[in-house]
């Protein structure tokens, strides 16, 4: 257990459709990753937050957006979903830049 | 895109054998670490080594680091069915806020 919590853990979408990922991070950690994993590869990095500030981004359109709230928390928002958006999305928070990653369990979308 | 690779991509060994897997990468590093996927799940830390270091070990868990040949390689010892799963590297690629995985060796250990 890493104390790292995800929801939901499995959702259905239609492409065009819009969905947001949520994410509570680990006690005392105040920065926020996300990663997409599809079928078979690793993890991609998308963005990180840090004390909810956007803190780097990876090679992902701008319709992948997220926000890190207060107590340290996530969201992770796709809009007008694509078939390849199919994944397993991954939250992981540390302290600070990795550093050790605390995964969560990992939302699994999949877009029809 | 992914920096790092791991070879070989499945590995499949008996109870009580050893197991080790590879990982080459392309750029700098600050640090490299090792995480294990079971089952489509959330990714477990195993190790981290950093760039001023050449082996590290945990439990039955040796990492080595060879940065003139920017690779490293994870050794499991007396191996068990428990260890079945999916292994990463990942490195920060010199910029510290983001880890770049590979794309995993599969290991696949039978009792």
């Known amino acids: 257990e890493t104390g790292v919590t995800q929801s939901p853990t499995h959702l259905i979408k239609t492409r065009g459709q819009q969905v947001t990922l949520r994410c509570s991070s680990q006690?005392?950690?105040?920065?926020v990753s996300w990663y997409q994993q599809a079928l078979g590869q690793g993890p991609q990095f998308i963005f990180q937050?840090?004390?909810?500030?956007?803190?780097g981004r990876g090679n992902f359109p701008p319709r992948f957006s997220g926000l890190q709230f207060p107590n340290y928390s996530s969201e992770l928002n796709v809009n007008a979903l694509e078939l390849d958006d199919s994944a397993l999305y991954l939250c992981?928070?540390?302290?600070?830049?990795?550093?050790?990653?605390?995964f969560g369990e990992g939302s699994r979308l999949t877009v029809l | 895109s992914q920096q790092g690779e791991e070879d070989p991509q499945a590995l499949s060994i008996q109870e009580g054998e050893n197991a080790t897997m590879n990982c080459s990468y392309k750029?700098?590093?600050?640090?490299l670490q090792w995480y294990r996927q079971n089952s489509g799940r959330g990714l477990v830390h195993l190790i981290l080594?950093?760039?001023?270091?050449r082996e590290k070990h945990s439990g039955r868990l040796r990492v080595t680091l060879d940065t003139s040949k920017k690779s490293s390689s994870l050794l499991i010892t007396a191996s068990r069915a428990a260890d079945t799963a999916s292994y990463f590297c990942?490195?920060?690629?010199?910029?510290?806020?983001?880890?770049?995985f590979g794309a995993g060796t599969i290991l696949r250990v039978k009792s």
């Open positions: 080594i950093r760039s001023n270091e």
């Open positions: 006690s005392g950690h105040n920065t």
């Open positions: 990942a490195t920060d690629g010199g910029e510290g806020n983001k880890l770049v």
């Open positions: 992981a928070s540390s302290w600070g830049a990795p550093g050790e990653l605390f």
């Open positions: 750029t700098s590093i600050n640090n």
């Open positions: 937050y840090y004390r909810e500030e956007e803190n």
